[in-house]
Nanobody, 118 residues
Framework: QVQLVESGGGVVQPGGSLRLSCAGS????????MEWWRQVPGKPRVLVAR??????????IYADSVKGRFTISRDYAKNTVSLQMNSLKYEDAAVYYC?????????WGQGTQVTVSS
C-alpha cells in the first residue's frame, strides 16, 4: 500500500511563503513522478506542479498560475517531495494534495490546507 502524507500547510499573508512536504513510501517514491494538486470548494482539483522520476530526467513542470513563484523538489534520502511557495496570492488558497501513480493506480495524500489572509 502506497501512503502519502502532506504537511506544512497553514495561514500566510499575501506575499508570504510556505513550504509543503509530502512523505512517500520508499518503494515507489524514487521511481514515480510526483505531483502537487490543489482544490478549492466547488471546483475540480487542478495540477500545480509535477516532477518526473529520475528515469525521466527529474524535470519539473508548473501550472502557468504558479510559474516563477512555486518550486517542486525531491529529497531522495528522505523520500519526500516539497513545494516551496513564494509570493503567495489570495487565489493560491486551497487544499493541496500530493499525488503519485504506480502500476496504473493513483495515490493521493489526505491534503493540507493553505489559507492566504491578511
Amino acid at each position: 500500500q502506497v501512503q502519502l502524507v502532506e504537511s506544512g500547510g497553514g495561514v500566510v499573508q499575501p506575499g508570504g511563503s510556505l513550504r509543503l512536504s509530502c512523505a512517500g513510501s520508499r518503494n515507489i517514491f524514487n521511481i514515480s513522478a510526483m505531483e502537487w494538486w490543489r482544490q478549492v470548494p466547488g471546483k475540480p482539483r487542478v495540477l500545480v506542479a509535477r516532477i518526473a522520476s529520475v528515469e525521466h530526467g527529474g524535470l519539473a513542470i508548473y501550472a502557468d498560475s504558479v510559474k516563477g513563484r512555486f518550486t517542486i523538489s525531491r529529497d531522495y534520502a528522505k523520500n519526500t517531495v516539497s513545494l516551496q511557495m513564494n509570493s503567495l496570492k489570495y487565489e493560491d488558497a486551497a487544499v493541496y494534495y500530493c499525488k503519485t501513480e504506480n502500476s496504473g493506480i493513483d495515490y493521493w495524500g489526505q491534503g493540507t490546507q493553505v489559507t492566504v489572509s491578511s
